[in-house]
């Protein structure tokens, strides 16, 4: 018996949700400055700047103070770089056209299709599922990662995804 392809695999089975996402500069961009507002170290070093002041540690203060600074301005500077970088890296491999990244979800796998090749991840795969207000970040246990716009459904109920995910992953959609 000849072992089919995933682009054969996906065309066998019944598609329940599929997401168009094109990777721009923007896209990428705002999905890591998302990700970095939802790192707890964003919120506690400006704490500590505080509670050195409190207590009267002044030094220590201007130390991560200056720490601070360097760290909210040359963060969101390497993030938009790593970002055109990718999306240049991107257009390399697609002679010079932005990607257009669909991501179809079936009954046993999902399946991502850019650039006219297909491949499938079985849902058992996946390691975790974060919701972002754009976007869903799926990553599997080998970290390939799917990026999933919130508003690139072109199949099934965008509400309803989260659930969906949930259901065959067993991973809790994390906030």
């Known amino acids: 018996m000849e072992k089919l392809s995933?682009?054969?695999?996906?065309?066998?089975?019944?598609?329940?949700?599929?997401?168009?996402?094109?990777?721009?500069?923007?896209?990428?961009?705002?999905?890591?400055?998302?990700?970095?507002?939802?790192?707890?170290?964003?919120?506690?070093?400006?704490?500590?700047?505080?509670?050195?002041?409190?207590?009267?540690a002044y030094q220590i203060a201007l130390f991560v103070g200056i720490f601070l600074l360097v760290y909210y301005i040359f963060i969101p500077v390497l993030y938009y770089v790593s970002a055109k970088k990718t999306v240049e890296r991107i257009k390399e491999r697609n002679f010079g056209k932005n990607v257009e990244n669909t991501v179809t979800f079936t009954e046993n796998a999902l399946y991502n299709t850019a650039s006219g090749n297909t491949i499938g991840i079985e849902y058992g795969a996946v390691k975790k599922v974060m919701s972002f207000k754009d976007c869903y970040y799926?990553?599997?246990?080998?970290?390939?990662?799917?990026?999933?716009?919130?508003?690139?459904?072109?199949?099934?109920d965008a509400a309803a995804f989260p659930a969906f995910l949930k259901e065959k992953t067993g991973k809790k959609v994390r906030p």
């Open 6 to 56: 995933a682009f054969e695999k996906m065309q066998s089975e019944t598609p329940f949700f599929q997401n168009v996402c094109h990777y721009t500069v923007s896209n990428i961009y705002k999905f890591q400055l998302t990700f970095l507002l939802k790192n707890p170290i964003f919120y506690l070093l400006p704490v500590s700047v505080l509670l050195c002041i409190l207590v009267k």
């Open 138 to 156: 799926i990553v599997t246990k080998t970290n390939q990662a799917f990026l999933i716009s919130k508003e690139g459904f072109t199949m099934g």
